[in-house]
Structures are given as structure tokens and as C-alpha cells.
Nanobody
Framework: QVRLVESGGGLVQTGGSLRLSCAASGRTFSSLTMGWFRQAPGKEREFVAGIRSSDRTRYADSVKGRFTISRDNAKNTVYLQMNSLKPEDTAVYYC?????????????????WGQGTQVTVSS
């Protein structure tokens, strides 16, 4: 079993930055593929970014060049640095963990989820 706790969400103006954190416990963190997803009201949950190791990352086209995912295995934590935020980035952001060695973009392929953290970008 893996427990995930997100933090770092909030309200920011267009063009601003936020850093989300996700602390994991309960299983060897370094063996997990970690992902960030988001869900806006009335929309499906969508993949944002994923990381297997420092040199294996994957991003949604909509966030490439603006968001950076990273992990600190010593702290059992994954981060999402979000820069140049836009109103369309407004959503609840979820941290997810899974055992696949491949970074998957489908939410149902992840086994563990955090409670979510709200990110609101004002125009």
C-alpha cells in the first residue's frame, strides 16, 4: 500500500508559478513510476507529467516547456514545478503512483492516488 499526500496548490495570476509536492509512504519509493494528473470541472482526468527516473520523464503537449517534474528518492517526494501558468491550467491536481516501468498516461493504470490539491490561475 502507498499513501500519497499532495501540497502546494493555491491561487496565482496568469504567468505565475507554483510548485506542487507529493510525499509518498508505504512502499519503496524509488521503484514507483510517479505521475501528475489534473481534472477541471466537467472534464476528464488528464495526464500532465510522469517520471520514472531523472532521465525518464514524459509530459502532456499542453505543458511541455512550462512544467517540470522531478523526484527526490531520499525524501520520497515528487515535485511538479509549474511556470508560465495559464487560466486553462486551473484544475485539481492529483499525484499518482504505479508499478509499471513505463510512464503511462492513462489514469486507470495507476494504482495509488492522493487526495488532490486545487490550482487556480486567475486571468
Amino acid at each position: 500500500q502507498v499513501r500519497l499526500v499532495e501540497s502546494g496548490g493555491g491561487l496565482v495570476q496568469t504567468g505565475g508559478s507554483l510548485r506542487l509536492s507529493c510525499a509518498a509512504s508505504g512502499r519503496t519509493f524509488s521503484s514507483l513510476t510517479m505521475g501528475w494528473f489534473r481534472q477541471a470541472p466537467g472534464k476528464e482526468r488528464e495526464f500532465v507529467a510522469g517520471i520514472r527516473s531523472s532521465d525518464r520523464t514524459r509530459y502532456a503537449d499542453s505543458v511541455k516547456g512550462r512544467f517540470t517534474i522531478s523526484r527526490d528518492n531520499a525524501k520520497n517526494t515528487v515535485y511538479l514545478q509549474m511556470n508560465s501558468l495559464k487560466p486553462e491550467d486551473t484544475a485539481v491536481y492529483y499525484c499518482a503512483a504505479g508499478g509499471s516501468p513505463v510512464i503511462l498516461t492513462i489514469a486507470t493504470r495507476y494504482d495509488y492516488w492522493g487526495q488532490g490539491t486545487q490550482v487556480t490561475v486567475s486571468s
